[in-house]
């Protein structure tokens, strides 16, 4: 039995479907357990270029079984765009993807919401994907569930009851056209029929297996930083991508969750607003997001770029209880002379004994940098970390001292073939 969560340890982006790509090699199974469409994990094999959005990125090998786990929000029509794409691509999905039928479904009203607020006082730089409204009626517990695609009677009166109160905001308050019961009802009967054969108990699949010996690999969406409850909240998204959500997204319990391991960036990008206490404003930002092509993989937006940020990836170590670590993009670094490390904030004259995330104390931060040297050799090509430079090495030393993780796979490019274990 091996269970290992997978989460992004900064504020998404990290690299997570590469690497999900690199160790479903060595799983059965891979299971998404938050988030949504919102998501956009690249992985690039030979001169293809994969992103998915919601299904898990084990999809791409060809033995592992994909599941989408209750904590994940549904949206049909990216789940059947992005099942076309892999079908016209040759990879079939069929007996290998499926789908928990307690998830939650993303409605059409749910992405109008989620871009109304958008335009609204409080902007979140939300991907728009609708992942805000469809959880708040999760809580509200007036969603529509998977299940709910069983029967017309229980879908159309859960339509009726949400189109009811989701119409008079509209109209009333928003002045926008309301929806139609029936047309939204039929839309998701057809859905039912594209994806009947995917719906599971998903939580007595991933038991019944664990329990059988296969390994399960839970790949998280976004990072830490975005997580609801620990992350830089008004300014995350609606789920909990740290480890403790791989449980309540699954029905898999921490018992039978043997190990944490984080993907890290070498240095640190965000995209949305909210505060970031090692962006970089200036040529040095810019020339991060260029030579790291740091453009958001679902919106396309500008993703804002910093120096590696020890000091929350300590912080989001210690709440995920990451052990090792992927690091990610350490290619893009080469381009810079020297490169700075945050190794810890402070506020008012005073150094932050832990990171904070109140809001108020975040914007104010000054982060306290170590600068190290730069390595100038193109690393693309090393095959092994006996073929980095002394200097790139010392950086990861580093991190790794600073940040108490261990590094075990080291990527230095986009292709499989440019990902390394440490120990080989
Ligand atoms: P939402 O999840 O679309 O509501 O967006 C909330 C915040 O999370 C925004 O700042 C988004 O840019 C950010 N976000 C959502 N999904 C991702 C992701 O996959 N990577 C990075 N940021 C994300
Ligand atoms: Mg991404």
Redesign the pocket.
Known sequence: MRVTVLV?SQ???EGKGKIVDILSEKYDIVARYQ??A????TVEIGNKKYILHLIPSGILRENVICVIGNGVVIDPEALLEEIKILEENNISVKGRLLISHNAHLIMPYHKLL?SIRESGDQK??????G??PCYTDKYARKGVKIVDLLSKETLQEKIKINLEEKNNLLKKIYDKEGFSIDEMVQQYIKFDKQIDDCITDAAFFLNSAIDEGKSVLLEG???AL?DVDFGTYP?????NPTSGGASTGTGIPPTKINSVFGIVKAYTT?????PFPTELNDETGNKLREEGAEY????G?P?RCGWFDSFLVKYSNLINGVEKVAITKLDVLSAFDEIKVCIGYELEGKRLKSFSTDLTRLYEVKPIYETMPGWSENIEECKSYYDLPQKTKDYLDFLSNQTEMQIEIISVGPKRRQTFFVND
């Open positions: 992004g504020w998404g982006d988030g949504g919102n998501a956009g994990h989620d979140i730089g939300s991907t728009g994907r992942i805000g969406a976004q990072g975005l300014y995350v998204t609606s789920s965000r995209v949305g607003h909210g958001g993989a679902t919106t937006r993703r």
